[in-house]
Structure formats: C-alpha cells, structure tokens
C-alpha cells in the first residue's frame, strides 16, 4: 500500500529544476511546501474569522495572512472544537492511492466519502495487479500461531483464482466478464480528492469503529492520518476525541433479536417506495417555483387549466427534463432494492447524487450466490461455476480448521458474488442513471439493472408522463452523443419515426 499526499506543485520536479540555479535547492522547495501548507491553513482561518468578524472578504483574507501559522493553526482548532468544522470544506487533499485492495475502493464509495477515479476493469487486465495478504486473527484479535502456513495456503489459493482469470480470456472471454472470478484481495489504484472535513470523518471510521477490525483498512486510516498529522494537523484533536468502538450499536441489538439466516438475492431490481401522484408533483411544482403560488393554489391552477391537457402536460414534462435544469424531477423519490453483483456494484455507486446501503464485508456474504455472464454461460459454465464452488469450499476449510476471524476472510468474496444493495433516489437522479446505464455501450449488467429500474416505474399509473422521459438519448430525444461509436440503433429509430410521421401525414390527406 502506498498513500501520496498530491501538491500544488511536483516538489522532486522543482528541486531537480533549481539544482544548479540555487545554493541550496533542497531549503529552498521545503520552504515552499511549508508556505503551501501556510496558505491553506490561512483560507480555512480565513473562513472561520469571515462569519464573526467585521470586514469584507480581502479584509479578512489580509487579516489571517498576517498572522502567524501557529495561531492561525490554533483559532481553526477553537472554531472547530466548537463545533464549526463546515470551515475545514475549504481545504481540499488529493491523494494517489497505490495497491490498496477493491475492499477499501468498495467502503470509500458507499460511504460516499470522497471523489475518486479507478482504473476500469473493463479495459485493463489485471492477471498481474498483485493481491494483499493479511495477517490471520482469532475472534478476540490475536495473531494465530498458524499465521505463516495460512498466509502460504491462502497465496496458492488466490494465484489459483488469477490463474483461472487468465485461463478464461484464453478461452475467449472478454475482460470485462473474466474479472467476475477475481477474488476481492486484488490490487486497485485510485486517485481520490476529500475536503479536510471528510478526511477526518474517514479517518475516525477506519481507526475507530468495526471497520478497524478489517486490517488492512486500519493500516489505511493510520497511514492517513500520519499524512494529516503534517499536512490539515488542526482535524487531529477531532479524531483524538473520539473513542473507539468496536461494535456498531444497531449490530448489537438487531443480532440478538435477529441470528444471522440464510438470504436469497432477487430475481430483478424492485421498486419498494415512492412518492405518490408523480406526474402530479413534478408540473405542479413548476408552477409554484416559476409564480410563487402557495400549493394549494398551484394545485388548482394545474387542475383547473392544464391537467385535461395530455399534450401540454407532456410538452412540459419533456421541457423540464430535456431543455430545463431538472430541478423539479427533485421533488419526487423512488427506493428500489436491486440485486448487483461486486464486479459492476462501482457502476451503481459512482454516482454519487443517490443515497445507497451496502452490505458489510464482514461478515463474510453468502459466496454460493453469484453472477454468471450471458457470454460465460455459453463458452464454459462448467468451469466458472466450478470456480466458485472451490473458492468456497476453501473459505470453510480455513475457517473451520484456524478458527479465523471474518474480518480476515472477506478477500475470498468474488468480483461476480451478488448482493441486494438499498438505494433512494429522487427523478433527477434516476433520470440521469437510466440515460446513460440504458445505452447499448453501458456495461451488460449495469444496462439489464436500468432496465429492470425502468420497467418498475412504468408500472405505475400515476407516471405515464414521467417514465416516457428515462431511457437512453435515442430513445427520449432522437438524438445518440457516442458519434463513430454509436451502435446504430439511432439510425433505425429514425427510420422507424419517419415512417410514423409520413403515415400521420397519409391520414390527415385521406
């Protein structure tokens, strides 16, 4: 694992230009880190001062410059301990994330912590990414004795699952579809961007929650926040404050009530909540944003003068969602649950503008249950499904034999094991997911999911207007953004819609 902490400048850059131009080059670039880190911590002091004190802006700008760094440092640390950390936003860390593990990507997204970018797994093959192997515990954290001979069964087994990822593109699998045997131990690289304020709460959950118990998560959070001490050191006295829980309270009341069972995945995406009257809400929310209405009278307005009107209803609707800011697709959610598989779970995450619950790794998910791509099926089930059972049945044999913790066993969840994740998400959101996870060049999966999500919302009777406005650009608006790329289906729209509007012509002649 490697963690580096990106600077306004390439500071190994800036001292090899000023080698031969300056006495003492290596001075000169810590002096300048130091007044990077100085300013910084001038603009969240900046921020702090802004909301109480009199002055403009630049005033107050000019009023923390002057002051030293220590005391700049410690009016931050006064401001925040009183509860005014929303100041700390304004100082921003980008970080290049070297061989951490898929389990520390997965948490940093579904705790929707940061902004990140990850390396495809659609594009790139990774038989030779590397894996992490983590030191084996029993249930009360100690080091087993037998660590060093689990540690040497656990590396055959998962160049074993490498192995058959190399086997299965030799057989014609494509990239995208081998990964679903990739064991979750793999190497990923990210570059991920956090404010101050975020890169403390994740810090806290990685060193002083459950999530600690995962050891290659704790060794992340630690390494963090070493970088934090030097770098933001005013967000260390927050996290220093908190204590250390092992256990998650809702955990401990749920499994004494509810003892782990066996679960099914879904069949299909399902929706389990939504607003009510969504055509409704959305044009008579319109009203109320563009004339200040109170609702009630908004309500009679859209029912009195354009409810009965099904084309002036639809006009708008597309006008809001294709020639407006959306903002009124807000106003209305929609929760599905939706069965996912881990190889694609980054495709449903990565958009960030929904609220998603993900299963905890530990403990470790029901391995059995798994995704098997329509293209695998064909070319070799068999061996596939064979994969997966071997990667279980070494999951129970090290379990059972070493007594090892499940924090220590989750790297054995496959990229293709399926979960049921819990998102809620308003029209604006779905409207954009749909658009572009529909599209022909969407990820298999990814477009099978939207169009499940789809047909859910085409069951409802009170968002006819609505569910005609999701779905790929071709399909809505006539149109395809993918240029030499595009799979054609575009052309045939077209065709198919000329056709339409030359037969409606024939009828208004004859």
């Known amino acids: 694992m490697e963690i580096k902490l990106l600077g306004a400048l390439d500071y190994a850059k800036l001292k090899e230009l000023l080698k031969d131009k300056v006495e003492n080059s290596e001075e000169l670039v810590n002096q300048i880190k130091q007044l990077e880190r100085e300013q910084r911590v001038n603009i969240v002091s900046a921020s702090g001062r802004l909301s109480r004190f009199p002055g403009e802006v630049f005033e107050i700008l000019g009023l923390s410059e002057e002051k030293e760094y220590e005391k700049n440092l410690n009016f931050i640390k006064r401001v925040v301990q009183m509860g005014h950390d929303s100041i700390t936003d304004h100082d921003y860390c980008v970080f290049a994330l070297q061989n951490i593990t898929v389990i520390i990507e997965q948490i940093i997204i579904a705790e929707r912590f940061s902004s990140f970018t990850i390396k495809s797994r659609r594009e790139v093959d990774f038989s030779k990414s590397g894996f992490y192997t983590p030191n084996f515990h029993d249930k009360n954290g100690k080091v087993l004795l037998e660590n060093e001979t689990i540690k040497k069964e656990y590396q055959e087994h998962m160049n074993s699952l490498f192995q058959n990822y190399e086997e299965l593109i030799k057989k014609g699998a494509t990239l995208e579809d081998a990964r679903f045997v990739l064991p979750y131990c793999y190497y990923s690289n990210i570059i991920m961007g956090v404010d101050a304020h975020t890169l403390k709460d994740m810090i806290i959950k990685f060193t002083k929650t459950k999530y600690a118990k995962i050891e290659e998560v704790y060794e992340f959070g630690m390494r963090l926040k070493e ?34 069972q066996e679960y099914t995945i879904l069949p299909k995406a399902k929706l389990i909540h939504c607003s009510a009257n969504i055509d409704d809400t959305i044009l008579i929310s319109s009203i109320m944003r563009r004339y200040q209405f109170d609702y009630d009278k908004s309500k009679k307005i859209y029912e009195s003068i354009i409810k009965k ?19 009124e697709l807000t106003q209305v959610n929609f929760q599905f649950q939706i069965p996912i598989s881990y190889a694609v779970l980054t495709h449903l995450t990565r958009h960030r503008t929904h609220d998603i619950l993900i299963p905890d790794f530990a403990p470790v998910i029901d391995l059995l249950q798994y995704k098997i791509p329509p293209k695998i099926k064909d070319l070799c089930q068999k061996e596939f499904t064979e994969i997966f059972q071997n990667n279980h049945n070494k999951y129970l044999e090290l379990k059972e034999k070493y007594k090892i913790r499940e924090e220590d066993l989750i790297y054995f969840t496959l990229s293709g094991n399926l979960v049921n994740v819990v998102t809620n998400m308003n029209g604006k959101t779905l409207e954009h997911i749909l658009r572009l996870r529909e599209c022909t060049k969407a990820q298999w999966e990814t477009r099978e999911i939207a169009y499940q999500m789809h047909e859910e919302i085409r069951k409802l009777k009170d968002a006819v207007l609505f569910q005609n406005i999701l779905g790929s650009t071709c399909e809505t608006q006539h149109f395809c953004k993918e240029g030499k790329e595009s799979c054609g289906k575009i052309i045939e729209i077209l065709k198919n819609n000329s056709r339409k509007n030359n037969n409606y012509k024939e009828r208004i002649v004859n």
Do not use: G, W
Request: proline residues 6%.
């Open 227 to 260: 970088i934090a001490k030097k770098e933001v050191p005013y967000i260390i006295p927050q996290i220093d404050a908190v204590k250390e829980k092992s256990c998650d309270s809702v955990d401990e009341i749920l499994n004494t009530i509810l003892p782990k």
């Open 309 to 327: 009107k099904e084309y002036v209803k639809e006009q708008i609707m597309r006008k809001i969602a294709f020639e407006s800011d959306k903002l």
